[in-house]
């Protein structure tokens, strides 16, 4: 597994614990406000082998709880299962992004215990998703991948960034219903990476983002703004 971006340390990333989190290229989506655009559009350089990963990994024990594992998408990698069980195997927890287009492996990787934590992307409702990603999209893999999580007993997140110009009170409205009662629901609006794929895309207004919370609230009351 090659490392193409690495946090050594992170307080924020994985909710209740001093972690790292590391950045695989690849993705199969297109979101045009996507702000680590360099992972999906070019080949990007190997920062780390997962040789220096582990050996780094083993001068943090006590020290990190876990890892971070994001992307891009990191159920694209064909190496991901045997990456994620050799930090478990270094003792250390895993908090898993994901897109949700690979319910699969994402099954699979919770039957073997592979992640402590999930945190899956919710681009928008399923009618608006294929605009949102930039690619068809295939929904029925993203609602399989919710079911997944819902029933998985693990501790997990949802989270939608939101764009001018994509998110509405309608679409948030809709998109929450699919995950009704949901404990941990998160908005996060949109901020300029310097590096998009669509440089063209804008966040919202704290007025707007707070009437995309009133929204998302009606299915799923502790629905939170992040970041704000």
């Keep these: 597994m090659d490392i193409n971006g690495i946090q050594k340390l992170t307080l924020l990333d994985y909710p209740g614990h001093c972690a790292c989190t590391v950045f695989l290229a690849g993705c199969n989506l297109r ?48 190496d991901i299962i045997p990456f994620l069980s050799k930090i478990k195997e270094a003792g250390f927890k895993v908090k898993l992004d ?83 009662g949901e404990e941990r629901y998160f908005l996060q609006n949109f901020v300029d990476s310097g590096a998009l794929i669509d440089p063209e895309c804008v966040g919202l207004s704290g007025e707007e983002m707070n009437l995309l919370l009133q929204a998302a609230k009606k299915f799923v009351p502790g629905a939170q703004l992040r970041g704000v």
């Design 31 to 78: 979101c045009p406000f996507c702000h680590n655009s360099s992972l999906v559009l070019e080949k990007p350089e190997t920062v780390m082998t997962e040789e220096k990963f582990f050996s780094f990994l083993s001068t943090r024990k006590g020290l990190l709880d876990g890892v971070c594992v994001t992307g891009g998408e990191p159920l694209l990698r064909g």
């Design 98 to 180: 994901t897109n949700g287009f690979f319910p699969a492996k994402l099954k699979e990787i919770l039957r073997l215990g592979l992640a402590d934590y999930v945190a899956m992307d919710i681009k928008n409702s399923l009618p608006l998703y294929s605009l949102t990603c930039g690619v068809k999209a295939d929904t029925e893999k993203v609602r399989e991948s919710i079911e997944i999580l819902r029933n998985s007993g693990i501790d997990h997140e949802f989270r939608t960034t939101c764009v001018k110009g994509y998110h509405t009170e309608e679409s948030i409205k809709e998109l929450a219903s699919l995950i009704e």
